[in-house]
Structure formats: structure tokens, C-alpha cells
């Protein structure tokens, strides 16, 4: 990202409760607010435009300039102010500073009570360096107060305290090191792993740390225990096990609820990645418990979450929703559902993610699709097709090309299709591993359309059904077809 824009970007994601509080706080600085004009301005504009914000503004570039880098300033402390009670971390962070002015102040009695505050938040929520920060604050405390007595009887409690501080963050930074090194060797190694691959990742799973969940000291440890583990049995298909180590991962956290509180987003990752696992090896059960607790999330008792966390929940519960409808081939109850919540999710686009974007109305219009109801799946395919402002992957774009070709065939808009073929066509030399069904696709296709009689169309679908049950022994050959919903549409066109 360009300089220039790094302020319009921070701006333009601003929250409405974000804004109005700008307002407020900026309501309540002293001096001069010329710099608020700018803000507004900013927020209309859509790309940052030097030229015109001198012209309107009536500012000279260097004016502009000083009055960006003052507004910076005044948005990020007005941020900062707004979220002072967003985590534990801010919380304490926040307090500690209290203290420091407190203890300037020589006002000894509400810095050990605030100190006393602190400390329990940090045991509470394992904030391990910020609990060593307040064992330094509270020997300033001491020595200032001259409480030489209280401060000598406590020496060797504090020091094994520290100790113990200590040991853990070793222990949380040892988990989070193998946590790492096995992430790299996933996710950067393509498709197949390598016999190497598999061997470096034996060697990590054989690190004393990862021989019993026993061995992690903290909650969060346990978190990286119970992430390698599952990455390790999941990428060597050692399905069960891994199962077992999903269900005793949600359970770590179901039983240490309090301590996910501040952290609902991350806790709902990784219950919508669990889910994800437990419904493609057909774990349904387990998939849904996955996603009930993630749609009780955000109204826990004591749950930390903003308006920015909120929607990216949401999202994640209706993307997870969707999919295991449209896997167990659900398809009225995933329209049904798609439908309940279409009302719910409009007009608020520009909180989607890429990802949700093209899932939700994708998953519509698959689900429309397979109830036959083909112009409503049309019309949400459509909404993927002309926006341009979600970033899509290629084999996203193949999928939603490919149902939106056989949307038309089976409305009978033949003439339509070989411009259609050519959409498609753009996007197949795109992604790494080019998949056969593609190009078996638009060959299908283009025999179809040459084709109107239907017992020749029928014979043309079996020959072409075989062909492509073939290459699905192939797993991105299988998972390219899947996506478009390919041998499910032609066994029902074959009757």
C-alpha cells in the first residue's frame, strides 16, 4: 500500500460507533479542528487525491501534509481511547500506566490496590510478560514508600514466582516455535508432501513437548499442542486420531471458557476449522456441536467483542452453516437457511470478507440450483460475476463459470453459452494445477450446443459421465467437479 493511502484506508475502516466517538473525542481537544474537515473529506473520497483536497480544503501540500500527520495522530488515540477495554492486554497495559502517574503522584494506597487489580487479570488470562512487568512496578512501589519490610519478606515469593513466569513463557514460545515449523511444512510444500516433508514432520511431532498435552503449561500452549497435532494427523490421513484430538481441542476450550472470552475470534477460527474437518470426513455430528457453539459465542456472559468481531463471527457460523448443508446434499435446507438469512447479511457488504463474499452467495445459488429453482440461483451467481470489488481466486471464478454455463443450458439459452465458454476460458490457464475436467467440461459443452435432439443430449451425458468419474480418482480433479456440483448434475439429467 502506497504512504498516501494508508490514512484513507484506516478511515474508511472505521466502524460507525468508531466514528461517531471520533466526533466525540475530537469535540473534547482543545485548539484548533481544521483537521477534521480533512477527515471528512477523506471519507468521501474512494482513493487518496492530493489535488483536489488542496483545492477544496484551500491548503498548500505542505499544510496538507502537516494536517495528515496531525490527523493520524487524533484517529489512532481516538482509537486507542475506544477500545481501552476491548482485551486484557489494553486493560492492563492501560493500568499500568495509571500506576506510573499514580506513584508520581505519591498516591501509594490506590497504586497497590489498582497493582492488586492488575496482577489477578494477568493470573486470570496468563499474561505471563505483563505480570513480570508489574513484579517491577510493584519493587518501585516498595522502595518509593520506603516499605523496605514488606518489600524483603516477599524476596523469595516474588522470585519464585518470576521463576515460574519464566518457565512457562519458555514453555508457550517452544509450542508456538513447533506450532510454526509444522505450519511451514503444510501449507508451503503444495498439494503432496514429499517424503522429506513427511519425515521433518515425524521429527517434530517426536519433541518431548509433543508426547502429552500434559507437557504444554499453559492454556494456550494446550492451543498449540492440540493445532500441531491435528495439522500433523489430518496431513497424514490419520483420520480417527485426528478426529479424537478435534473433539478433546473443543473441549480444552468449553472447559477453560473464561479464558477464550477475550479472544472470540480466535476461538472461532478454530471451531469453524474443526467443523470444516469433521464434515469432510462426514463427522456431522460434530461438525454442527462446532457450529452451535460458535452461534452461542458472541452471547456469552462476559464475552470481549467489538463491532468489528461480531460480523467476522457471524460470517465464519453461516459460511460453516452453508457448507455442511451443501455437502450432506441438503440443498432445501440450505436454500431455506441461505434465504433466512439473505435479509440479515444486505446492506452490510463492505463488512464481508473476500472469503465470505463469495462463499455465501455461491453456496445460494448452488443450493437454488439443485432445487431447480434456476433463476434465483442466476440471479446470486450473477452477484459474484459483476462485482468487482471482492478479490476471488481463480478456481473460485472456474466454479461459479461453470454452474453459471449449466444454469443457462438447462434454462435454454444456447446462444448464450459460447460466449459463456469463453468467461470460462479466461481463468483456466490461472490456477497451479490446471485440472483435465475443465477442458472436458467446455469440450462437452461445446458438443452440446451443436446437439438440441435429447436422446442424442443424453448420450452425450453418459459418455461424458464416465469420462469425468474417471479422472475423480484424482483429488483436485475430483474437488474442481464437486465444486459445480458436475456428476450430480449429469446423473440427474441421465435419470
Partial sequence: MRRQDQLIDLIHSLTPSEKRYFKLYVSLQPGSKKYTQLFDALLKQESYDAATLCRKLKLTKPQLANDKKYLEQVVIKALRAFNDKTS???????????????????????????????????????????????????????????????????????????LDVIEKLKNYFEFKRLNNLMYSKIYRRGAVLSTQTVAEMDEIMHHPLMQDESKALTFQ???????????????????????????????????????????????????????????????????????TYMEKLPHLNGIILNENRRPAIQQLTVDMRLGIYTIRHEYSKGMGYFKKMLPLMIGKESDWSNKFFTHFYYYGAYCCFHCLQYDDALKYLRKLIDDRGKKKWADEMIAINMLHIIIHFELGNMELIPYLIKSLQQYMGKP??????????????????????????????????????????????????DGAGLRLWLQRRIG
Fill in 88 to 162: 486484557p492486554e489494553i486493560m492492563v497495559q492501560n493500568a499500568l500506566i495509571d500506576i506510573g502517574v499514580l506513584l508520581a503522584k505519591n498516591q501509594y494506597d490506590m497504586c497497590e490496590a489498582l497493582m492488586q487489580s492488575v496482577r489477578k487479570i494477568c493470573l486470570e488470562y496468563e499474561l505471563f510478560p505483563l505480570l513480570l512487568e508489574c513484579s517491577k512496578w510493584e519493587v518501585r512501589l516498595y522502595g518509593q514508600n520506603q516499605q523496605v519490610d514488606k518489600l524483603s519478606a516477599q524476596i523469595e515469593e516474588k522470585q519464585r514466582e518470576e
Fill in 221 to 291: 500452549s494446550k492451543m498449540w499442542y492440540y493445532q500441531v497435532s491435528v495439522w500433523y494427523t489430518m496431513a497424514t490421513s490419520r483420520l480417527e486420531e485426528s478426529m479424537e484430538l478435534m473433539r478433546a481441542h473443543v473441549n480444552c476450550c468449553q472447559k477453560n471458557i473464561k479464558k477464550i472470552l477475550p479472544y472470540p475470534l480466535q476461538y472461532a477460527r478454530t471451531l469453524s476449522v474443526c467443523a470444516l474437518n469433521f464434515t469432510m470426513v462426514g463427522y456431522y455430528s460434530d461438525a454442527n456441536r462446532c457450529i
Fill in 432 to 481: 497451479q494445477f490446471k485440472p483435465k475436467s475443465i477442458e472436458l467440461f467446455v469440450k462437452m459443452f461445446s458438443t452440446l450446443i451443436k446437439q438440441p435432439f435429447r436422446k442424442e443430449q443424453t448420450l452425450i451425458f453418459k459418455d461424458y459421465l464416465a469420462k469425468f468419474e474417471e479422472l475423480s480418482a484424482i483429488n483436485i480433479e475430483k474437488a474442481m467437479q
